[in-house]
């Protein structure tokens, strides 16, 4: 199969991405409205982008009306959001979240998540995340299809990283297999942490 975006729609050509692109880490993210309404959706363009600064990506696209997603418009607004990383048993409440909820809705109640005070910044975290990444606004670059405005990358200043304690082994290394994070393939599928295997970079 060919997929060339001068004759595909666009539609199939990010499900192409999606399905090509994998698997993904979920950043489920965690703002606050300017009116202090907390909100919480998954976003699967995530990725870190530099150590130093310490900075990660996610980028949110529109909603249907084309207007920015809360989570955009709530970042943009206050300077600060929470990822969490999802847990598979989280799987489905994670799922939950990411129905488009009028900015009234808050989505911590909406899918029975417990919401636990983060330390840096105003969002909550989520109750249950294995590690979670405290973050404030560092930039947003607007993505454009000509004049349109289809995306926001956001990136994020790390402020604090903070993972549970019995995911970190004696000799201070975080072992993956213990933060169980779910992967995003395409479409409804999901990829679980498999068999890990260890592979020594060549010193030359
Ligand atoms: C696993 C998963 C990953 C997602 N990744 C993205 C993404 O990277 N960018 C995006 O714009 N929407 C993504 N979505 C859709 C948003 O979660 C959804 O539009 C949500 O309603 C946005 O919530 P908000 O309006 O409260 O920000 C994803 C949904 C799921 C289930």
């Known amino acids: 199969m060919r997929i060339d975006p001068r004759e595909a729609s666009p539609s199939d050509v990010y499900f192409a991405m999606t399905a090509t692109i994998v698997p993904r880490p979920i950043a489920w993210v965690s703002t606050l409205s300017v009116h202090g309404i907390p909100n919480l959706a998954p976003f699967s363009f995530f990725s870190g982008v530099s150590g130093r600064p310490p900075l990660v990506s996610i980028c949110v696209g529109n909603t249907r009306d084309g207007r920015p997603k809360d989570t955009a418009r709530n970042i943009i607004d206050t300077g600060e959001f929470v990822i969490n990383v999802v847990p598979s048993h989280m799987a489905e409440a994670m799922v939950?979240?990411?129905?488009?909820?009028?900015?009234?809705?808050?989505?911590?109640?909406?899918?029975?998540?417990?919401?636990?005070?983060?330390?840096?910044?105003?969002?909550?975290?989520?109750?249950?995340?294995?590690?979670?990444?405290?973050?404030?606004?560092?930039d947003v670059i607007e993505i454009k299809d000509g004049d349109e405005i289809t995306n926001r990358m956001i990136l994020g200043r790390i402020e604090l990283i903070v993972v549970r304690d019995d995911a970190v082994d004696a000799r201070g290394h975080i072992d993956a297999r213990m933060l169980d994070p779910l992967g995003r393939l395409g479409g409804s599928d999901y990829a679980l942490l498999g068999e890990h295997r260890v592979i020594r970079r060549p010193k030359v």
Do not use: W
């Not at 029975?112 to 969002?123: D, F």
């Open 96 to 138: 939950q979240t990411s129905g488009e909820y009028p900015p009234v809705v808050n989505e911590f109640g909406a899918a029975g998540v417990r919401s636990v005070p983060a330390e840096r910044v105003k969002p909550s975290r989520v109750g249950g995340a294995p590690a979670v990444i405290e973050c404030t606004l560092h």
